[in-house]
């Protein structure tokens, strides 16, 4: 049972998920909100939400976890050097059917060159629309490959 409270608090997680229809009832609630409602939306990636939505706004940035707080939450090297210290990247990795389909992407690109590249992009840019998460754990691997080299 909810605790009892003069205030109401709405939490919106994964917010860069809502659809723009969804993004644009939340903006109307921001416009004019209630003087004891609080309103908290939780996103990955800022870049997603409406950019009206975002200038409403206050943005608090939360910090990296320490190697140690990351492996009580999963133990696995590979996850662990994925997530890089971020718990939301830890979520994409066990969400296998993500990270698989980015890694093979990842992996075909680093071993093309020209317009090879220029094609996996493309069907990638098409995935994107189905499949955003994809399009961006490919780059957060490819990322992390091209660190890991010397």
């Known amino acids: 049972m909810p605790a009892q409270s003069k205030r109401r608090i709405i939490i919106i997680n994964d917010a860069d998920e809502l659809t723009e229809e969804a993004q644009n009832a939340v903006l109307k609630l921001t416009e004019e909100p209630p003087a004891h409602a609080l309103i908290i939306l939780i ?15 206050q943005k608090i940035y939360f910090g990296k976890l320490s190697e140690s707080e990351m492996k009580k939450l ?23 059917d ?46 992390l490959t091209f660190r890991k080299q010397p």
């Open 74 to 96: 999963n133990n696995n090297p590979e996850a662990l050097h994925f997530a890089d210290g971020r718990p939301g990247r830890l979520k994409i990795y066990e969400s296998q």
């Open 98 to 143: 993500v990270y698989l389909v980015a890694q093979r992407y990842a992996i075909d690109f680093i071993r093309q060159k020209g317009p090879a590249r220029s094609q996996l992009i493309k069907e990638l840019v098409e995935v994107k629309k189905e499949q955003p998460l994809v399009f961006e754990t490919f780059f957060e691997i490819v990322l």
């Open 43 to 57: 996103a990955q990636h800022v870049d997603n939400l409406l950019s009206p939505l975002t200038s409403r706004l």
